[in-house]
């Protein structure tokens, strides 16, 4: 157990950060969860809405400092695949 004075203030400010910290992960998770139960279903349009939302969260997140930009970007790219796969093909 910490005994000075500002090795307490420390417990204290890792509690309070890790608590928020976890609280951004959910949201970045269920959101995550959201986004693939769209796609599952095959609702392009649901899938398309979440995907915006999905990203803002997962934008958030970097800037929030709780994922690496390269970690959201990887996300991004394949959600956003996989929705692009979802829509009818374009004849080119």
């Known amino acids: 157990m910490a005994n000075h004075v500002s090795a307490l203030k420390r417990v204290r ?3 309070r950060k890790t608590a928020v910290n976890r609280g951004n992960k959910s949201r970045i ?3 995550l969860r959201l986004m693939r ?3 599952q279903k095959g ?9 915006r939302i999905t990203v803002s969260a997962l934008d958030k997140s ?3 400092g709780i994922l690496h930009k390269n970690t959201a970007s990887r996300y991004k790219s ?9 829509s009818p093909a374009v004849a080119a």
């Open 62 to 64: 970097v800037q929030k």
């Open 37 to 39: 139960e769209a796609i």
């Open 29 to 31: 998770r269920g959101s």
């Open 13 to 15: 400010q890792t509690k």
């Open 43 to 51: 609702d392009q349009a649901a899938a398309a809405e979440q995907y």
């Open 78 to 86: 394949r959600l956003n695949a996989r929705v692009k796969a979802l």
